[in-house]
């Protein structure tokens, strides 16, 4: 995989975390306030990956790097206007790997929860192929990017509004140049 030429520099977003954390519902706001595209990474997975998770089965790296390249191809398209996208970003070495689709640009937003608050929220929500069963999984896969370069930590404890405004609030400090790891309690 090449990295390609940014063709701005506009931010790109990474909002990631484990199932149940928020991911879709906060990017789409902090993508309203910021007046940028939004793209749910769910939609790029190939039906082969959301057949297994719907199965209770979950991904190997095999199964994610196809579709961490689509969410990358994505990134590396991204206009004047920037973007914030949706995955998971589980490992470091996914992280790295949408990073060098635009190198500079990409930075995460990392919505970190309580096992109990997640599978709370897994429970509640309907029509979503990921189980609640596959939470204890991805919590063991998670490592965790606080204290990377470019990522923000938000609690996703409080309501989603909150949420977003925590986020977007953390995401101002950071433009301003404040610590490029910041966990904001909403």
């Known amino acids: 995989m090449a990295a390609s030429q940014p063709r701005s520099d506009a931010m790109i977003y990474v909002v990631m975390g484990v199932s149940g954390s928020g991911k879709s519902m906060i990017g789409a706001g902090i993508a309203h306030a910021l007046s940028m595209p939004f793209v749910e990474g769910d939609a790029l997975?190939?039906?082969?990956?959301?057949?297994?998770m719907a199965q209770g089965t979950p991904l190997t790296d095999d199964d994610r790097?196809?579709?961490?390249?689509?969410?990358?191809?994505?990134?590396?398209?991204?206009?004047?206007?920037?973007l914030v996208v949706s995955c998971s970003s589980l490992k470091k070495v996914y992280r790295d790997r949408l990073r060098s689709f635009a190198e500079g640009r990409v930075n995460f937003v990392f919505l970190k929860g309580s096992e109990a608050v997640l599978a709370e929220r897994m429970s509640a929500r309907r029509?979503?192929?990921?189980?609640?069963?596959?939470?204890?999984?991805?919590?063991?896969?998670?490592?965790?990017?606080?204290?990377?370069?470019?990522?923000?930590?938000?609690?996703?404890?409080?309501?989603?509004?909150?949420?977003?405004?925590?986020?977007?609030q953390a995401i101002a400090g950071s433009k301003a140049?404040?610590?490029?790891?910041i966990i904001a309690n909403a």
């Open 45 to 52: 997975h190939p039906a082969s990956n959301v057949a297994k």
């Open 65 to 82: 790097f196809p579709w961490l390249d689509r969410i990358g191809a994505e990134i590396a398209g991204a206009g004047a206007e920037g």
């Open 127 to 168: 029509g979503h192929f990921m189980p609640a069963s596959l939470l204890k999984s991805q919590l063991a896969t998670l490592e965790d990017p606080t204290g990377e370069p470019g990522v923000i930590t938000i609690d996703v404890s409080p309501p989603p509004e909150r949420v977003i405004v925590a986020a977007l």
């Open 177 to 181: 140049g404040e610590e490029s790891a």
